[in-house]
């Protein structure tokens, strides 16, 4: 999953801005902090931020007795913890500025995608596009407001944040 701020929009944000500009791979870092936020949440709730309240397709009767014979967790996608330990964000450069949210884990695209040959349900692990804008639309503001209370601006006139 890529999130990126292509320079033409970086210019019309810093126009409406005037004199301040803000440090947007410090925005960025923010973002990025802000996805594993997300899909750490993700795991915690099996999926209910990914699909809006609802949680991951159900582990196989099979699948939970297996894991109750071996006295391990019963969690969506978490029996070793080591998918959701590979959550990673790296910064990208120019000529957009951005990141990319996603895992070091091969199981990752599987799990996201799903497997039908081995009947393995489709379990969205990342943010959709619409998510993830908001993501990246919610830190931009409070990376905004943040830098321009620091400079000594009034937060004031930019309004409330947008709902999540």
């Known amino acids: 999953m890529n999130i990126l701020i292509d320079k033409s929009d970086l210019r019309r944000v810093e126009k409406l801005l005037g004199a301040f500009k803000p440090d947007w791979r410090a925005v960025m870092v923010r973002t990025g902090a802000a996805g594993l936020s ?3 949440r993700n ?3 099996e999926g209910a931020m990914a ?3 609802k949680k991951w397709v159900p582990l196989r009767p099979a699948t939970i007795a ?3 014979n071996k006295g391990g967790p019963i969690k969506i996608l978490q029996d070793t913890g080591e998918l959701k330990q590979s959550a990673t ?9 951005g990141g990319r949210l996603g895992f070091t884990s091969i199981k990752a695209r ?18 959709d596009k619409k998510q993830a804008a908001n993501i990246l639309v919610r830190t931009l503001v409070w990376s905004i407001r943040r830098d321009l209370k620091r400079a000594g ?3 004031r006139a930019f309004g409330p944040l ?3």
Request: glycine content about 6%.
């Open 110 to 127: 599987r799990h996201q995608m799903g497997d039908p040959k081995e009947h393995l349900p489709a379990r969205r692990i990342l943010p």
């Open 89 to 97: 964000f790296e910064l990208t450069q120019f000529p957009t500025i």
């Open 51 to 53: 699909y809006r309240g």
């Open 43 to 45: 795991f915690q709730t």
């Open 162 to 164: 947008p709902p999540a």
């Open 153 to 155: 601006y009034s937060g």
């Open 38 to 40: 997300w899909i750490n």
């Open 66 to 68: 297996l894991r109750r």
